[in-house]
Structure formats: structure tokens, C-alpha cells
């Protein structure tokens, strides 16, 4: 059971600018993802438009405003990869879930995400399903991987 | 007395007289020289973890307990061999530590068999650490002279990779935090800033600007509170260097950055780190912990009258926010956005105070300048760049991983000798140096060395220390295009150029990789009108952007313009790709000797653009073809291939 935002928007002190992105980022932690009530409360209790958190939050790429999957795909865009091919492995992700990077499927089991480097930069092309890594994954061999999370769900 | 008492009252404040036998040897059991039961290290960085390392431990875990051995399991950092992970070191009572590659969860039960029964099995060995304590192995090479490590000079990774991460006693044991209270106790702030200034150290992070200069500065500005902010937010994709410091060698860091602070006369430091560094982060939040408990930071550090903290920020990710400006409006809770300079953060900086903003790298090349003196580390590089520098060599060569050179070593010698060339004997083509806004260096420039003063002068910058090496099967349209794709997306959109211009430059690239069959309009004309503005609009880009990223950004661009401009034009007139790996380029034919006419590619063509009878070979009709590859992919007779 997620602690209420009210509730955690008091583990900050009122009304510091500071604060916003650490509180953001519990939110997000605890939720999953930013929503408007998040968004609404936070700028009463820090006294800061809802527009400019809006604003500030889109900036950064760690915030989202849609709700994860149960098994989150984060697919690694960083240039050793890139050499490898990861953009016909998200290619082809993206054809066997049907969706778009940063959307989550209509039944709620994926979602999808490019990141920039995960650091992993010897064995291309890398993904992360919920923190669990996979290396060196081939457009061919991705279907494997997501059919394995597929049944699991 | 335990551990921590004795390191505290003995070790931590450097007295001159030699501790008593007893003491010294706790500090060689400490240390791992001197072992009762047999360790097992197991390279769990971010790099091992991917590699496969979580199923060695707990494969290692279930052996040892199976077997009713009593031995320890320790999760070290990336020693720097990250296409050798998982990585396996087993250390036997009196016996060197020896080092074994490519040990997954499968092969740990045969290899600790033997290793245990005394035996090294002859796959998958790669070295031994020389240790004058322990008796050498037979026929198992010395670490030190394998060709990755003997041209390395390693300062920041002097630990990464053998020390335990997780153990400020094992840091404290090999020397470490005596430099911090040898600081604190001995000199004056203005001192160590000399000392830093003297050894010619400069911003490891990108820029380049001399770090006791910048110390200096912040210590000469009087202010009520001063702040030091480690810069730990690295993005680049490509770079792993800071990530591998901290994961591997926290504490040396940490210890650099006590004394910085010291130094400018601040008492809080903040560490910026990535949120995605999940591993890291939880490192250092550790460390500060273990740092805490034996009073390094807090008031009045052992009785020495300075106070000291360290904050732990969760960066949220944009690649700008490396920029030290927008870093710390990011800390202040803003849009990272940079902001000019003058004043510089030195003078006026986090919440209007003075701060100093200095890199991962940069911070943990500190403690060692202050235990031997500037004149140890001076010596080292070239007349205007001191010390060694961190890489991280990824892409197409031999061996891929962390490296530290001493400045002035060549490209040629890096990749060819310390990552022993290329993989699979193909050719090197170039080699992109200093992140996604530095440049390529063609085979022509190999013999340029790395160093703040070279890079300049053949127009690419140091950066961060990414080095990606590219084959003959690169593309640099495709990469270029990469790059500016990646640029614009981490745009922060303050300046109009930087914003508008990269995504310009990113749609001219587009447009040349793009197939005749989907232009539409003008984009056939555009194409040539393309090539003719890419040089101009990169010029206003350098010259009219705010930030460092800004004046950077057309660097990948421009590089590979200069030196692979034929293959630029190949793309727009003749429309083709010669690595292949522009999709829309590839031009497909049927190979006709090897096509056995099964007629799966003639079933799966979207456009039936295949023609042929059962049992004849196919053709296919280049008008109708759209390139999609879907007869390649069906193929099982490697008979449909590109031209």
C-alpha cells in the first residue's frame, strides 16, 4: 500500500524550492509515476505553480506522466550499442508490443523506454527488464525474451 | 580493542612512530595480504551485474555451502576488463590472488573444484596480483605485465577492481583518509590549493580548467557558507568512468572530496549522481554512513575544529545538467538550464554562495597529490597537461573496458596495443573521442596524443573520456546522425541555434539516408541543398550557443564531414552505404547459384518485387523493392544479399 502524498510531502519542509525534485522523485518511486493530483498537491505545499513543476518535470527524462507496466523494458540507446544494432532491437519491441517508446500496453504488462547508457557499454545491445539485464540481444532472439515475461504475467 | 578503535587511535592520524607488530599485522588481515580462510572476489560492478555476475555469487554462495567450505565472498568494482566479465578471483591462505574471465553461473563448480584442490584450470585464467606475501603460481601470468595493464598508469583505478567497496576498514588499511586529517590537522586551506595548483591538475570532466585556479578563487571569496558539488552526473553514452570510480573505489573519492572542501572552506558538499546509477548510488550512501560512524565527517573532525557534510543528490537525468551552471540550478530545485558566466559558481554560485564544482575523476586524483606531493604527479603527462586520464574504450575493439593512461599516450597505442586492435581483424576506421559532442579521429590521426593542448589543435575535445572505436562496417552518416538525434534530444532549448539547429541538422541527415521511393515533394532537391548548408549551420551553432554543450554540438558532425566527406556524398549522389548499415540505402539481389527457389522470400515480399517458378532461382525487381529486408531475414540459403 503506497504511503498518500499528503503524507509524503511532509517528510519535506514547506515552501523550499529545493525540494521539488527529491519529492518528485519519492512520488515517482512510490507511485510509479507523477499524476495531476501529485503535481497539484506538491505546488500547494511548496508554493510553486502547478505549470512550472509541469514544466520543470517534463525537462528532466526520469519523470513520467504515465503509469508503468508490470515488467518495464528499458532498452539502451548509448552509442556502443547503437553500433550493435539496439535500434532495430527497440525496432522490433516496439512491432511485438505494439507500442511506441514511453507507452505502456493496453493490458497494463509492458511498457516501454529508451534510456540513454545503462554503462554497459561492452556487451550491446542491453536491456533491462524490472532491473533484471539481458546483454547482447539480437532483433531475432528479443521475441524469446518477451515471450518468457509474457507468460509470466 | 576492535578494528575501529585500533584504526582510529593508531592508524587514522598518521603518527610517525610505527605502529606495535600486533597492530600491523590486524592491518594486513585488513588489507587481504594476510588470509585465514580462502576469498572469493567476484567483479560485481554495473558492467558484471550485466555480464551475468548476480547468478555467479549466489551459484558461488550455493557451491561453498554445499561443500561446507568456510571462505569469504566479496563483491568487488570493475577492475576494468569489462568484456572479460564476469569476472571470478579466488585467494588461497599464502597463495596469490589469481583472476579468472567469463565465469558464469555454470562454469563456477568445476573451477572452484580444481582451484581448491590446488590446481588452476588452463581456460578462462588470466592473471595473478604479484604480491611479495603470498607464493606466485606456476605458469600464470603477472597482472601487471598483461598488454591491457602495462601501459596503464593507474591512479584513480589504483583500487578499483581489488579493494572490497564496501569496507572503509580495507581503505583505511592501504592508507586511506591519513592524507584528509593530515589536512585538516597540518594545513591551511590556502596551502592545499598551492599544493593542487602546483601539480598542474586540470577539470577532468570536460573542460579543462585548472583546478587549483578554481580552488583559489572559491577560497579568496569571503562568504558565510560555501559549497563543493561533485559532479557525478554522467550521461554521455559511452562513458562509464565515474560510475566505475565510485562503484569500485568509493571512499577514494570521498576522501577527495573532504579535502576540496576543506580546502575552499566549505562545510557541505553535495554529491549529484544520476538517478539511474542505482548501484552507485547506494555505494556512496553507504560509504558516507561508514564515514560517519568513524567521525571523518560531522563537527569538529577529530578535534581539528572543521566541520564537515556530505548530501547525496539524486540527479533526474539530462544529459545538460553536466554543465556545472545548470547543475546547480538543478540542485536548487529549477529546470537545468546554464546560465552565463561570468560570475562564475566560484564567486556566486549554489544559492548565491561561492562553489566549486569539480568532476569524479578530478576529485579522486586529489588524495594522491596531497600524500606524495605535486612533484610526484607532475612529472607524469606532458608540459601542459599533468597526471593520467580515464577512458572508456568501447565499441569495435579487442577488449573493451576502463583504462587509465598517463597524458600524451597515442591513440595508435591505446587501441592497438592496450585493447589489442580490432575485433575480428577488421579495419579501423575512426575512433570518437570525448562523448556524443566530441569528434571522430580518422585512421590518418591515430598517432595524436591525448591531451588537453593535442585534442584542441585537431579539433576535438577531451570530454568526459568516451572513446568508441568504429570499424569499416560503421557508417558515419548513420552515426553522425546518432549523435545529432541524441543532441537534440538533451537540448535543454534555452539558445535557438542549439535547439533549432540540431534538429535541423538531424533532419538533413534524414533526408540523405532516406529511400527515393518515400520522397516526396521537394525532398529530392532538399538533399543537395542539404550537404551545402550543413557547414554553415554548424558554424552558427559553435558560435552562437551559450554552454559548452551548445558550442559542441556540431563537433561529431563537422569531424566527420573533414575527414569522411566522400562518404557523405556517396549517400547523396549515388545513394549508397557502404558499411550497409543505412537500411533504407540497401539494395537487395538474389544470389542466383544459391537460391534453391523455395519461394519463402516470394511469399513474404510485401510489394511483390520477387519473380520466379518453384524450384528456379528468384529475382528480385529493384523498382518494386522497398527495401524492408523481410527476404534477407527469410532466407536460409544466405542467398538474398546487398549489394
Known amino acids: 500500500m503506497p504511503v498518500p502524498i499528503d503524507e509524503l510531502v511532509t517528510r519535506y519542509k514547506r515552501g523550499v524550492p529545493e525540494s521539488l525534485l527529491p519529492l518528485l522523485q519519492e512520488i515517482q518511486a512510490e507511485f510509479g509515476f507523477l499524476n495531476e493530483e501529485a503535481i497539484v498537491t506538491v505546488g500547494l505545499y511548496l508554493n510553486l505553480p502547478a505549470s512550472k513543476i509541469y514544466g520543470i518535470a517534463t525537462f528532466f527524462d526520469q519523470f513520467r506522466f504515465v503509469s508503468q507496466g508490470r515488467y518495464h523494458l528499458r532498452v539502451c540507446r548509448g552509442t556502443a550499442c547503437h553500433m550493435n544494432g539496439s535500434a532495430s532491437v527497440l525496432r522490433e519491441v516496439e512491432k511485438i508490443l505494439k507500442i511506441n517508446e514511453g507507452q505502456t500496453t493496453r493490458d497494463g504488462h509492458f511498457s516501454l523506454e529508451a534510456v540513454g547508457c545503462m554503462g554497459a557499454c561492452s556487451n550491446g545491445p542491453v536491456i533491462n527488464i524490472n532491473g533484471e539485464f539481458h546483454n547482447a540481444v539480437t532483433s531475432a532472439g528479443i521475441a524469446a525474451i518477451i515471450d518468457q515475461f509474457r507468460k509470466k504475467a | 580493542m576492535d578494528d575501529k578503535e585500533i584504526l582510529i587511535s593508531e592508524v587514522l592520524p598518521g603518527k610517525t612512530v610505527l605502529p606495535d607488530k600486533q597492530t600491523l599485522d590486524r592491518l594486513a588481515v585488513l588489507r587481504h595480504d594476510k588470509i585465514k580462510i580462502p576469498v572469493i572476489y567476484i567483479g560485481s560492478g554495473t558492467c558484471g551485474m550485466v555480464a551475468g555476475a548476480a547468478d555467479t555469487i549466489s551459484a558461488t554462495r550455493k557451491y561453498i555451502e554445499e561443500k561446507k567450505i568456510v571462505a569469504d565472498i566479496i563483491e568487488v568494482g570493475c577492475i576494468g576488463l569489462c568484456s572479460f566479465e564476469p569476472m571470478l578471483d579466488v585467494q588461497l591462505p599464502g597463495k596469490a590472488r589469481v583472476s579468472f574471465r567469463n565465469i558464469v553461473a555454470e562454469n563456477v563448480e568445476s573451477l572452484l573444484d580444481d582451484v581448491f584442490n590446488g590446481e588452476i584450470p588452463k581456460e578462462n585464467v588470466l592473471a595473478q596480483f604479484p604480491n611479495e606475501l603470498h607464493d606466485p603460481w606456476d605458469g600464470v601470468p603477472n597482472i601487471e605485465k598483461l598488454p591491457f595493464f602495462a601501459l596503464q598508469h593507474r591512479i584513480v583505478l589504483k583500487h578499483c577492481g581489488r579493494i572490497n567497496p564496501g569496507s572503509i576498514e580495507e581503505y583505511i588499511a592501504r592508507g586511506g583518509y591519513q592524507t584528509y586529517l593530515k589536512c585538516v590537522n597540518n594545513y591551511t586551506s590556502e596551502r592545499?590549493?598551492?599544493?593542487?595548483?602546483?601539480?598542474?591538475?586540470?577539470?577532468?570532466?570536460?573542460?579543462?580548467?585548472?583546478?587549483?585556479?578554481?580552488?583559489?578563487?572559491?577560497?579568496?571569496?569571503?562568504?558565510?557558507?560555501?559549497?563543493?558539488?561533485?559532479?557525478?552526473?554522467?550521461?554521455?553514452?559511452?562513458?562509464?568512468?565515474?560510475?566505475?570510480?565510485?562503484?569500485?573505489?568509493?571512499?577514494?573519492?570521498?576522501?577527495?572530496?573532504?579535502?576540496?572542501?576543506?580546502?575552499?572552506?566549505?562545510?557541505?558538499?553535495?554529491?549529484?549522481?544520476?538517478?539511474?546509477?542505482?548501484?552507485?548510488?547506494?555505494?556512496?550512501?553507504?560509504?558516507?554512513?561508514?564515514?560517519?560512524?568513524?567521525?571523518?565527517?560531522?563537527?569538529?573532525?577529530?578535534?581539528?575544529?572543521?566541520?564537515?557534510?556530505?548530501?547525496?543528490?539524486?540527479?533526474?537525468?539530462?544529459?545538460?545538467?553536466?554543465?556545472?551552471?545548470?547543475?546547480?540550478?538543478?540542485?536548487?530545485?529549477?529546470?537545468?538550464?546554464?546560465?552565463?558566466?561570468?560570475?562564475?559558481?566560484?564567486?556566486?554560485?549554489?544559492?548565491?554562495?561561492?562553489?566549486?564544482?569539480?568532476?569524479?575523476?578530478?576529485?579522486?586524483?586529489?588524495?594522491?597529490?596531497?600524500?606524495?606531493?605535486?612533484?610526484?604527479?607532475?612529472?607524469?603527462?606532458?608540459?601542459?597537461?599533468?597526471?593520467?586520464?580515464?577512458?572508456?574504450?568501447?565499441?569495435?575493439?579487442?577488449?573493451?573496458?576502463?583504462?587509465?593512461?598517463?597524458?600524451?599516450?597515442?591513440?595508435?597505442?591505446?587501441?592497438?596495443?592496450?585493447?589489442?586492435?580490432?575485433?575480428?581483424?577488421?579495419?579501423?576506421?575512426?575512433?570518437?573521442?570525448?562523448?556524443?559532442?566530441?569528434?571522430?579521429?580518422?585512421?590518418?590521426?591515430?598517432?595524436?596524443?591525448?591531451?588537453?593542448?593535442?585534442?584542441?589543435?585537431?579539433?576535438?575535445?577531451?570530454?568526459s573520456g568516451g572513446l568508441v572505436v568504429m570499424d569499416e562496417n560503421t557508417c558515419m552518416v548513420d552515426m553522425a546522425k546518432f549523435f545529432m538525434n541524441f543532441l537534440n534530444k538533451e537540448s535543454c532549448g534555452k539558445c535557438i541555434p542549439c535547439r533549432e539547429g540540431t534538429r535541423r541538422i538531424h533532419e538533413i541527415l534524414e533526408n540523405i539516408t532516406r529511400r527515393p521511393s518515400t520522397e516526396s515533394g521537394h525532398d529530392t532537391l532538399e538533399r543537395f541543398k542539404g550537404i551545402m548548408q550543413l557547414e554553415g549551420l554548424s558554424e552558427v551553432i559553435r558560435d552562437t550557443s551559450l554552454c559548452g554543450l551548445g558550442q559542441t554540438a556540431p563537433n561529431p558532425l563537422m569531424s566527420a564531414l573533414t575527414w569522411f566527406r566522400d562518404e557523405f556524398e556517396e549517400h547523396i549522389f549515388d545513394r549508397k552505404c557502404r558499411a550497409g548499415v543505412c537500411k533504407e540505402l540497401r539494395v537487395y539481389y538474389i544470389d542466383v547459384d544459391k537460391c534453391t527457389g523455395c519461394v519463402a522470400c516470394l511469399r513474404k515480399c510485401p510489394t511483390n518485387a520477387i519473380v520466379g517458378q518453384p524450384r528456379q532461382p528468384h529475382f528480385i525487381v529493384e523498382d518494386k523493392c522497398i527495401g524492408c529486408g523481410m527476404c534477407f531475414d527469410v532466407c536460409k540459403f544466405v542467398a538474398v544479399m546487398v549489394k
Not at chain 2, 578563487?217 to 558539488?229: E, F, H
Not at chain 2, 576543506?262 to 556512496?284: Q, S
Not at chain 2, 575512433?431 to 593542448?453: A, F, K, M, N, T
Open chain 2, 192 to 463: 592545499i590549493c598551492e599544493l593542487v595548483d602546483e601539480s598542474g591538475l586540470r577539470g577532468r570532466g570536460g573542460g579543462g580548467y585548472a583546478t587549483g585556479k578554481k580552488w583559489i578563487m572559491a577560497n579568496n571569496t569571503v562568504s558565510d557558507q560555501k559549497y563543493l558539488i561533485c559532479n557525478a552526473a554522467e550521461s554521455d553514452p559511452g562513458a562509464f568512468m565515474d560510475r566505475a570510480v565510485i562503484e569500485g573505489d568509493p571512499h577514494l573519492l570521498l576522501e577527495g572530496i573532504v579535502i576540496a572542501a576543506y580546502a575552499i572552506g566549505a562545510t557541505k558538499a553535495y554529491i549529484y549522481v544520476m538517478a539511474d546509477y542505482g548501484l552507485a548510488y547506494n555505494r556512496l550512501r553507504i560509504s558516507i554512513d561508514q564515514m560517519k560512524q568513524y567521525g571523518l565527517i560531522g563537527y569538529n573532525v577529530f578535534g581539528s575544529g572543521v566541520d564537515m557534510q556530505i548530501l547525496l543528490v539524486k540527479g533526474p537525468g539530462a544529459f545538460v545538467c553536466g554543465e556545472e551552471t545548470a547543475l546547480i540550478r538543478s540542485i536548487e530545485g529549477k529546470r537545468g538550464m546554464p546560465e552565463p558566466k561570468p560570475p562564475f559558481p566560484a564567486i556566486e554560485g549554489l544559492f548565491k554562495r561561492p562553489t566549486v564544482v569539480n568532476n569524479v575523476e578530478t576529485l579522486a586524483n586529489v588524495p594522491f597529490i596531497l600524500k606524495h606531493g605535486p612533484q610526484k604527479f607532475n612529472v607524469i603527462g606532458t608540459p601542459n597537461s599533468k597526471g593520467t586520464k580515464v577512458f572508456a574504450l568501447s565499441g569495435k575493439s579487442m577488449m573493451t573496458g576502463l583504462i587509465e593512461v598517463p597524458m600524451g599516450t597515442t591513440l595508435r597505442d591505446i587501441i592497438f596495443k592496450i585493447a589489442g586492435g580490432i575485433q575480428e581483424g577488421k579495419d579501423f576506421k575512426a575512433v570518437q573521442i570525448g562523448g556524443p559532442s566530441g569528434s571522430c579521429i580518422p585512421v590518418q590521426q591515430l598517432d595524436l596524443q591525448v591531451d588537453y593542448e593535442s585534442l584542441w589543435d585537431a579539433g576535438a575535445i577531451m570530454g
